[in-house]
């Protein structure tokens, strides 16, 4: 099982949609949670930090749910720019500094 | 504010051949990753360094080393290049101890022919 596991992309939406993002993880002892942001051949960018009671930066909310072990990110609508690959980012507390990337979830807006 | 600089931006190497990647990192950022991104894959860390020593690895072979300088400054080194090591090689920066937010340069491309 892979430490960090994403919805398979890609997902075609169109502008104005609400689409949703799940990342599961193995860890348990994970700490800390984040999304990034990756265009097309260029370098990932954070999007946001994930935190345990939820939060929210605009049309963007992110979830996480311990129990389960799983993180969300819901884009409400959805605009033309929101078009790139979205990638799930853990921090395994018993792996130290190794910082763990989902393979990332493509998404599409289109007009 | 000087953000993650990469050098080269692309590189074109041949199997067998050595390759010195570098990176300066954001400014006020002490602590340097290195990542290795295959296409339509997430990046995978190769090393991080801090305080001039490795302070945690993945799961890559001795053939990546680096090293990091005084200035807080990076190298990524690769020998005996192959074929599969034809990938995007991000460096991203953070501060201190804690590994929180990671800020990434813009890469280095490397073709393994």
């Known amino acids: 099982r892979k430490e960090v596991e994403q919805d398979p992309g890609p997902f075609n939406v169109p502008e104005g949609a609400t689409v949703a993002f799940n990342c599961t993880y193995s860890?348990?002892?994970?700490?800390?949670f984040f999304w990034y942001r990756q265009d097309c051949r260029k370098e990932p960018k954070l999007l946001m930090s994930v935190y345990s009671s939820g939060n929210e930066d605009g049309r963007f909310t992110a979830q996480l749910n311990r129990a389960s072990q799983y993180i969300s990110l819901l884009i409400r609508d959805s605009k033309l720019s929101d078009s790139a690959t979205y990638l799930c980012?853990?921090?395994?507390?018993?792996?130290?500094?190794?910082?763990?990337f989902g393979a990332g979830t493509r998404l599409f807006v289109k007009a | 504010d000087a953000g993650v600089t990469q050098s080269p931006t692309h590189l074109i190497k041949t199997r067998g051949q050595q390759v010195t990647l570098r990176c300066s990192p954001k400014s006020g950022h002490d602590t340097v990753s290195w990542y290795q991104q295959a296409l339509g894959q997430g990046p995978q860390f190769i090393f991080q360094y801090y305080e001039e020593e490795e302070r945690q690895r993945g799961n890559f072979p001795d053939r990546f080393s680096g090293h990091q300088y005084p200035n807080y400054s990076s190298e990524l080194n690769v020998n005996a290049l192959l074929l599969g090591d034809s990938a995007l090689y991000l460096c991203?920066?953070?501060?201190?101890?804690?590994?929180?937010?990671?800020?990434f340069g813009s890469g280095t491309q490397l073709s393994v022919l």
């Open positions: 860890n348990s002892a994970s700490q800390s």
């Open positions: 991203a920066s953070s501060l201190g101890k804690v590994n929180e937010k990671l800020f």
């Open positions: 980012v853990v921090n395994p507390l018993t792996g130290g500094f190794k910082t763990i």
